[in-house]
């Protein structure tokens, strides 16, 4: 049970660290193309992808963990660019996701 568990983490983290890079990749080539800095909020692309997650996972928050973890907290992470909110939390998953065992490399 604890190997299909390791195994969704990493699966996820990839998935996650994937949307980072896609997202980091997107935000360069917006500011080449505008000549200038851009960064995408990650509360903005979340908006712009699914709205309705977004507004149930607020009522979700506020409701059932607490309200105050909301406003100070994730309302913060979501004025960040999206590759740096999912950037960490992809290898934070892959991370809890990584086998306990150590692998021995031999070079002939």
Not at 1 to 21: D, Q
Not at 64 to 89: E, N
Request: glycine share 6%.
């Amino acid at each position: 049970m604890l190997s299909i568990l390791k195994f969704v983490l990493r699966v996820s983290g990839c998935i996650v660290l994937a949307i980072a890079i896609v997202a980091g990749v997107s935000d360069a080539s917006s500011s080449i193309a505008q000549s200038q800095f851009v960064l995408a909020p990650f509360g903005q692309v979340w908006f712009e992808l699914s709205p309705e997650t977004l507004n149930t996972s607020q009522a979700v928050v506020q409701r059932y963990v607490h309200p105050t973890l909301w406003d100070p907290v994730i309302q913060t992470l979501l004025t960040w660019p999206a590759w740096v909110v999912l950037a960490p939390l992809g290898i934070l998953l892959l991370w809890g996701g990584a086998s306990g065992r150590k692998q021995t490399i031999l070079f002939t």
